[in-house]
């Protein structure tokens, strides 16, 4: 029952890590979308 347990825990410690590593990948598109749209409305490619 112990080990079954501990198992549980360091697959809820993976599937953290793997929600943690998306949402940064998602903020730093998401950053890097809005620099790219103020780049382009700064130089005037976009209306």
């Excluded at 993976?14 to 890097?32: D, Q, T």
């Amino acid at each position: 029952m112990t080990r079954q347990h501990g198992a549980s825990r360091v697959w809820g410690k993976r599937v953290a890590w793997l929600i943690a590593i998306w949402a940064a990948s998602v903020a730093a598109l998401g950053i890097v979308a809005s620099v790219l749209h103020i780049a382009m409305h700064a130089a005037g490619l976009s209306h």
